[in-house]
DNA sequence: TGGCTGTCAAGAGCAGTGCTCTCGATTGTG
DNA sequence: CACAATCGAGAGCACTGCTCTTGACAGCCA
């Protein structure tokens, strides 16, 4: 990756980074499908045609706020994982659990883009899987640790026709680098997946309104209740 | 309800009806940001802004289309509930269950308009939430009944937070005339419903592309797990 | 240094949008 | 019958994404 050389590439650079954060603070407080062109151009005081220049439609955009989005919710994973111990596999857990709902939390509309209803004439391009798959990335690296330590208990066996479904996740779990989870985990890591985004979509989207007043309690149970379902065991070793 | 009676309410709910079906027609096909006024009314045959004589905004349109889908999920839920022997409960929780999937497989522009990213202005009307309702009360309808016949076997105790969380629920649930499902039945079906709430949107949002080839399959496990977590046996009685 | 080429922002313009307002025509009611 | 309410049509406003052309500038080769 060479430095920037040239001015012109600077200058490109940097206008196309300033694009992106005008383009998100507007996204963040007005929400994707009122996302302007036009608005972001006349904020950076610029003529709306420019903006052609760097991305080539107003789709390109949003596809880069989808894939910045992605790394940023995986980038929070992944520090709050990285700043427990290695060996505490159960308070990893629960700090990347707690992670994906505080991010969800702090940025509403970028986890509603992500995660909420896609976008209609959109495909989402092959650039935004290996950001989109970090967090599961995450959550399955607790795992595998735990069971490398010797410290997993996992759950029983499948029965046939949703254990043949867990073998395709395991070539897939393979091509992420991510071997050594029992596939009889892999099934409950994508069961708790699965009820960590119920969890926060629930939440974040209002279908919980007024049900609960303290929704962080209810989800520190169930953080607690997925992990035994994986049967992470607070046992720990040194990391 | 009187009767229709002069010929222009007559015409009235007609129209109505028609806008409303049009929409929803354009909704399915071209997903919810792409709905327009101007389209709906162009293959009405009518000029767009008699449109505002019926709804009084875009938004309106939209809140009557997602009022309609909430009653017809829901409705499709407590068929398939009911088409069931009463003393069935496991099977009523499978039926009930896979309604809510297959509806959303069906209609999967409609099912991302209630349940996946919310509309940025928009502010769910209190008529919106009896009929969003109607899904987690059949699902709840179910395990009352077990619980009445004697058959529930509900999980241990929550820890403390946790479970004054479910006690504000529970004040909730009668409201909605659905006493007599235990507080830890109470926390476990909210669970379940997360759960089924969090693998149809996945699916439908495209999360799980590639990696499954049967969903159904995986789909069929897990809500037998969810009867499982909850309580749910298969003994029946004479329903 | 001079000139060519590719890149750039600006501006006009097109087709479409939600929404408002006015204006006759039609309908229901006192 | 006459008044009032309601209706659809149409023009118009401000906005959108996007395309095309134009003229200015930077980078590169001779």
Redesign the interface.
Known sequence: MPKLRTARERARSELTREIKDEARRQLAT?????LSLRAVARELGVVSSALYRYFPSRDDLLTALIIDAYDAIGQQVEDADARRRRGDFLGRWRACCHAVRDWGLAHP?EY??I???????YQ?PRDTVDS?ARVPRALLAVVRDCAEAGALEPPSG??R??A???D??VT?VEDLRLRGVPPAALGAVL?AW??????V??EL???L???????R??F???TG?LAQLIGLRPRSRRG
């Open positions: 007005h929400g994707a499908e009122a509309r509603a883009l995660y909420g209803s896609p976008i209609v004439g989402a989109a499948l029965p026709a949703a043949r479904q867990v395709q996740l897939t069961t699965t009820q960590l985004y119920g969890m979509s629930f989207f209002g279908h309104e007024g049900l609960f007043d303290d929704k309690a209810l520190e149970h169930s209740q």
